[in-house]
């Protein structure tokens, strides 16, 4: 065992004289005596666990949330859950004890004196989250309030197109949309634009999958947006969808997710996309001064090579 430690007197009074506490402050870190609302502790409607902190104000719980809680040893915690505009709490909960040594909670890697205070399904709705702490014998020695927003619903996905779509033929009607691309079309600029979506608590992510036909995911896309202007746009006419010779009846849809984690898919929109049909291996039109009709934008004056159409 070797040398005594020697502990000063304030040390002594942290601990109480408790040798298991002395043990436990001797080997755990313990982050700050505040009473600091640490995370929320969940379960989504896709059943997975979540932790969320305090600052990004937005969670999406199926059930009842975990509040926890920090204050420090010897002290006693205690939480209120207002709905804005309410006088009175939804949710309120006291320590039934004083927090001893033995109450360290971890979480990403630090150690807390705190507590977990559960509460029932709580609506969806803004409310303002006070945490306080007590001294042993129940004066509030601090407080803290944190505004929470529990949303449990999805965002409105709208609705997505081809656009601008200035050349060409695309086929929009019927339940395959066909998209091409010719190379002499190397200036067109066409994305899928997404618009009409929108959710109260503001969107986090727009994301467009494409689907083999196989039904197997090929991508996801991150897509642009706005908020202002309710719409999200990518461009798809290279590396958007495998390549392609009009072959294949891909899916895409876009899935729009708000700041609490909800997630709305659109309708799955069957595509069939053409990047190779279009650019020939030799030129499709050879110049001939007797001709003066125009074979495409800026091929006037060319006839067809109507054997390279295969
Ligand atoms: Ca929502």
Known sequence: MGKNKTRGPSFLNKVSGALLGALALAIVPINGAYADLVKYGYTNSAGDQINTEPGTGFISPSSGISFMVSGGID?????????????????????????????????????????????????DGRYTVKTEILSSAGAIVQT???PLVIDTAGPVAGKFAPRPYTWGD?????????????????LTYSS?????????????????????????????????FSEETKTASIQYRTNFFPDSDLDEV?????????????????????????????????PFGVYDPSVTTTLAPGLKGAAAKTECNT
């Not at 695309?170 to 190397?186: F, H, M």
């Not at 979506?197 to 995911?217: C, Q």
Request: glycine content about 8%; hydrophobic content about 40%; overall charge neutral.
């Open 75 to 123: 002290r006693k915690l205690r939480i209120a859950v207002t709905a804005n505009g309410a006088s009175a709490p939804v949710f309120t909960k006291e320590s039934s004890r004083v927090l001893g040594a033995s109450d360290v909670i971890s979480y990403n890697g630090d150690n807390y004196y705190a507590e977990e205070f559960v509460s029932p399904k709580l609506p």
């Open 144 to 146: 803290e309030n944190v």
């Open 170 to 186: 695309p086929v929009l009607s019927g339940e395959v949309w066909k998209l091409g691309l010719a190379a002499i079309d190397a």
């Open 192 to 224: 899928f634009v997404l618009d009409g979506f929108s959710d109260s608590s503001g969107i986090s992510k727009v994301t467009a999958k494409v689907y083999r036909e196989s039904g197997a995911l090929y991508k996801e896309h991150n897509v642009l």
């Open 250 to 282: 891909f899916g895409l849809e876009f899935v729009v997710t708000d700041k609490a984690g909800n997630s709305t898919v659109t309708k799955r929109q069957k595509v069939m996309f053409d990047n190779i049909a279009n650019v020939p291996a030799e």
